[in-house]
């Protein structure tokens, strides 16, 4: 009976704590979860009805709600029981531009009402940051009832997050800004070793290999925020396109480099066309991405199916390939291993099926890095083989013209030897019949018989 007793009394603190966050200077952060309660309406919502507090808010278990097009309330209120004013920030895991409006309402009046989101340039938020962040400001002794009102538009819509001070907000933003180098600086470093592969070798699957992965990082950049912070601050629509065009080109180089890498036109017919097909497809649905909201949130999920069949594919293919003596198929069998597991966790994480976490909201990261990371290593393995392949043939050609070298220099020799004694035996017999006719004028003319003797031991030394 007491421990129930006690059971009680810790619902009952939960639920008071979870109703009203107190807060004061020693105040440094708090998961939005565990103060805020959640109403759904696929509506507008009348503003005096949150005014007047006649909304019923309900406990929420996961604040990832995934593609929705419901609009999605959450109600904290906060007290402050110092007597200074509070500085604290409102930060959300998303990277997705989610159309959001806070407004604060004290003693049955809005105070105030801050927005951000898609179709809201960057220059415009309070705060400027990748994330969706709002500043709030608690005064001394104020008690305070916030409402975030999240705008469902057919888009991933994750609000996890949570209220922090200063320090606490800049140690967040540094943990995911090493996390997001570290990828980022992997992936670069990938692309330069492949760029230098193909400048040596002018093999284009190289190439195509560097741009899949550059465009990767442009997907990677839009979930993270930066090309709504750097590349398209004040057009929310381009910002959120770049996503589809990144997505799309990915797919792309990613068929071309894997038809050409493991030679699929020639090895395997049937994986060639339904890359090839898959290709057109990506290019039509991309197309149609351009007709907006419609078309971008029909892509997100059409690329997410397609994915996944690539993947299997090309699981199968690898395997397929293995029996018929390819080389590289274990780096590669590792990186379709990571895009199908890590992929369906993200794919399951942007449909709102699991709930945020570090793994699930660093699922595409983790994808992108670890399939482009073992893909180089089969590249890097494929032209390790090619190149002793290469050093083999290499010396097996040196051998040859050795043998063929000395065979030649021999029968060259032996030539030589031959044409220098035709020579010897023809300019022999050049001088006999040199001096049969000298033999023959001295005859004729009568010289003395000692002069034939030196002819003779002439010719006889010549000869020799």
């Known amino acids: 009976m007491l421990i129930k007793f006690f059971i009680f009394l810790f619902f009952v603190s939960f639920h008071i704590s979870a109703q009203i966050l107190e807060v004061n200077k020693n105040f440094e952060s708090i998961s939005i979860q565990k103060i805020a309660k959640l109403y759904e309406n696929n509506y507008s919502i009348n503003e005096q009805n949150l005014i007047n507090n006649k909304l019923v ?29 509070i500085f604290l920030y409102l930060t959300f895991e998303t990277n997705i531009n989610d159309s959001l409006i806070l407004y604060k309402i ?18 415009n938020r309070l705060v400027k940051h990748r994330n ?20 469902g538009n057919g888009q991933p819509m994750n609000l996890a997050g949570s209220l922090q001070n200063a320090k606490k907000f800049h140690d967040w933003d540094v943990k995911n800004l090493f996390i997001l180098g570290l990828i980022y600086g992997v992936l670069g470093l990938i692309v330069i070793l492949n ?3 193909y400048f040596v070798t002018k093999e284009i699957v190289y190439l195509f290999f560097s741009l899949q992965i550059l465009f990767s990082i442009l997907t990677l950049s839009y979930l993270d925020g930066f090309v709504y912070q750097y590349i398209f601050p004040s057009n929310g629509y381009w910002a959120n396109q770049t996503a589809a065009i990144g997505m799309c080109l990915t797919f792309i180089f ?10 699929l036109k020639n090895d395997l017919k049937w994986a060639f066309n339904a890359y090839k097909y898959s290709t057109i497809a990506t290019i039509t649905i991309l197309i149609v991405s351009f007709i907006h ?29 293995r029996s018929r003596g390819f080389s590289s198929y274990v780096f590669a069998l590792f990186s379709t291993i990571c895009l199908i597991i890590f992929g369906t966790f993200f794919q399951l994480y942007i449909l709102g099926y699991v709930p945020e976490t570090f793994f699930t909201h660093h699922a595409m990261h983790i994808t992108v890095g670890l ?18 392949e290469n050093s083999q043939y290499q010396i097996k050609l040196v051998e040859a013209l050795n043998v063929y070298s000395q065979s030649l220099i021999s029968n060259i020799e032996a030539e030589r030897q031959r044409i220098a004694v035709d020579i010897h035996d023809g300019f022999g017999q050049n001088l006999l019949v040199m001096r049969n006719k000298i033999l023959y004028s001295l005859k004729k003319n009568k010289i003395p018989k000692e002069y034939q003797n030196v002819l003779d031991s002439l010719l006889e030394v010549t000869t020799q």
């Not at 990613?254 to 030679?263: G, I, V, Y």
């Not at 059409?302 to 069949?309: E, G, I, P, R, Y």
């Open 57 to 85: 808010f309900k406990s929420i278990s996961n604040l990832n709600f995934g593609i929705t097009y419901t609009n999605h309330w959450l109600k904290f209120v906060m007290k402050n029981n110092s007597s200074q004013p």
């Open 371 to 388: 399939q482009s990371l073992f893909l180089a290593l089969a590249v890097n393995d494929k032209f390790r083989t090619l190149r002793n």
């Open 106 to 123: 004290n003693e049955l009046k809005e105070i105030e009402k801050t927005s951000i989101g898609e179709f809201i340039p960057y220059q």
């Open 254 to 263: 990613h068929n071309l480099f894997a038809s050409l890498f493991f030679n």
């Open 293 to 321: 909201p419609f078309g971008f949130n029909a892509f997100i999920v059409t690329m997410a199916m397609m994915t996944s069949v690539i993947a299997i594919l090309l699981f199968v293919s690898i395997l397929t390939l």
């Open 195 to 197: 760029l230098s592969f």
């Open 132 to 151: 969706p962040i709002i500043p709030i400001t608690i005064y001394g002794k104020e008690k305070a009832c916030f409402y975030l009102k999240a705008i």
